[in-house]
């Protein structure tokens, strides 16, 4: 927000963490089989505890989806499209006769986009409207470091993935090939935050 130049309000806050976390909690739920092999204490938590975290999640979703609709209708559209597209992720679609989560690095690169999208562009259109280069600037920023860090955790869980069949960019493209695209992606993100400080 202090990027962008706008001022702490409620619903610049409270939509991003809203919908991140429910999209995160609903997804982790249904990668049940890699969370077991990768992160069994995560999977334990997340059983232990389901009986509210699933609940929690979609009051959070619909929250997050009222509270941008009553800011801004554009910001309501966005907000309802990654919704149903973070719902939809795991479903087959009749129309291709595939699920979103068969695409390689799927996960990853809808991850990133969604962060960069509601730390980004959703104040924009909230204060605005519209758009704006600083919007797309801070968005490109979230995107790559996002991306990143996703590179980093499939690098780390690379044997559990090819053990359950998931479609990860370090499994497609190989590790050696995954690093660089880390390091071309910092690069990137190095290149933004150079470029804001000359915009001032």
């Not at 962008?4 to 999209?23: D, K, N, S």
């Not at 801004?72 to 679609?93: D, K």
């Not at 986009?113 to 730390?119: E, G, V």
């Not at 996703?150 to 493209?173: C, F, H, N, S, W």
Request: charged letters at 15%; proline letters at 5%.
């Amino acid at each position: 927000l202090r990027w962008q130049g706008f001022g702490p309000a409620f619903t610049l806050l409270a939509v991003p963490p809203l919908y991140l976390f429910a999209v995160h909690v609903l997804n982790n739920f249904s990668e049940a089989r890699a969370q077991e092999i990768n992160e069994p204490a995560q999977r334990l938590f997340m059983q232990k505890h389901r009986r509210w975290l699933m609940p929690l999640s979609w009051a959070a979703l619909v929250l997050a989806a009222f509270f941008a609709s009553l800011a801004s209708p554009w910001a309501g559209i966005l907000t309802l499209s990654a919704a149903i597209l973070g719902l939809l992720y795991q479903v087959r679609l009749p129309i291709a006769r595939l699920r979103l989560a068969s695409i390689p690095g799927s996960k990853d690169i809808f991850t990133a986009a969604a962060w960069a999208m509601f730390t980004g562009w959703l104040p924009a259109l909230i204060v605005y409207g519209a758009l704006s280069r600083r919007a797309l600037l801070v968005s490109g920023i979230v995107f790559a470091v996002v991306l990143v860090r996703a590179l980093a955790y499939d690098l780390k869980d690379l044997q559990g993935d090819r053990m359950v069949g998931k479609e990860t960019l370090p499994i497609y493209l190989g590790a050696k090939a995954s690093r660089a695209l880390g390091a071309l992606l910092l690069t990137a993100a190095t290149g933004l935050g150079l470029w804001g400080l000359a915009e001032g």
